[in-house]
T-cell receptor, first 115, second 110 residues
Framework: EAQVTQNPRYLITVTGKKLTVTCSQN?????MSWYRQDPGLGLRQIYY???????DKGDVPEGYKVSRKEKRNFPLILESPSPNQTSLYFC??????????????FGSGTRLTVV | DAKTTQPTSMDCAEGRAANLPCNHS???????VYWYRQIHSQGPQYIIH???NNETNEMASLIITEDRKSSTLILPHATLRDTAVYYC???????????FGAGTRLTVKP
């Protein structure tokens, strides 16, 4: 089944403790992206990647890092999490093929709480 | 990216057609109209997209005005499971940057 898999689904952590949220897709998509969703603010893009070893900042990149060493994986790294990073996070992927491009496929989300 | 304007919320009776409007008056010639929906806190789900012709798939129909300044997503027979936030987005087909607005919260009532 074509899908984007995020792990973990739920995470509670303490301020300053480094964490990684993994994202993997099995559709050979070139493009991957991370969003966070907060009440009243909608979905905001954190980082995106056009292909392997190519990443760029979205609208709210502060406090986050990403890497794209393989086409299928796009982990989101919080080096020193803070309470304002408590949010619902979504990973998404998309094909760059113009004909086959039907927009994004989203993961199921990771609900992160930083205390 | 062209901005879109959608009503904040709408109600629809179960079994009736749900018509969700979207204004995109500054849309460019190479920008497509995409619709997604998000059920509760799940990941957004792609519904349909189009350029200038009306489109239909198993989920919905998309009607784009001739001047392309607005569109309507139609769910022909809404069910309770269609209750969700619906997002209208415009973007060039070869640009993967997808910017989500606030969307329309559709509530389907029995």
């Amino acid at each position: 089944e074509a899908q984007v898999t995020q792990n973990p689904r739920y995470l509670i952590t303490v301020t300053g403790k480094k964490l990684t949220v993994t994202c993997s897709q099995n559709m050979n998509h070139e493009y991957m992206s991370w969003y966070r969703q907060d009440p009243g603010l909608g979905l905001r893009q954190i980082y995106y990647s056009m292909n392997v070893e190519v990443t760029d900042k979205g609208d709210v990149p502060e406090g986050y890092k990403v890497s794209r060493k393989e086409k299928r994986n796009f982990p989101l790294i919080l080096e020193s999490p803070s309470p304002n990073q408590t949010s619902l996070y979504f990973c998404a992927s998309s094909s760059s093929d113009r004909i086959a491009n039907y927009g994004y496929t989203f993961g199921s989300g990771t609900r992160l709480t930083v205390v | 990216d062209a901005k879109t304007t959608q009503p904040t919320s709408m109600d629809c009776a179960e079994g009736r057609a749900a018509n969700l409007p979207c204004n995109h008056s500054t849309i460019s010639g190479n920008e497509y109209v995409y619709w997604y929906r998000q059920i509760h806190s799940q990941g957004p789900q792609y519904i349909i997209h189009g350029l200038k012709n009306n489109e239909t798939n198993e989920m919905a129909s998309l009607i784009i005005t001739e001047d392309r300044k607005s569109s309507t997503l139609i769910l022909p027979h809404a069910t309770l499971r269609d209750t969700a936030v619906y997002y209208c987005i415009v973007r060039p087909l070869n640009n993967n940057d997808m910017r989500f607005g606030a969307g329309t919260r559709l509530t389907v009532k029995p």
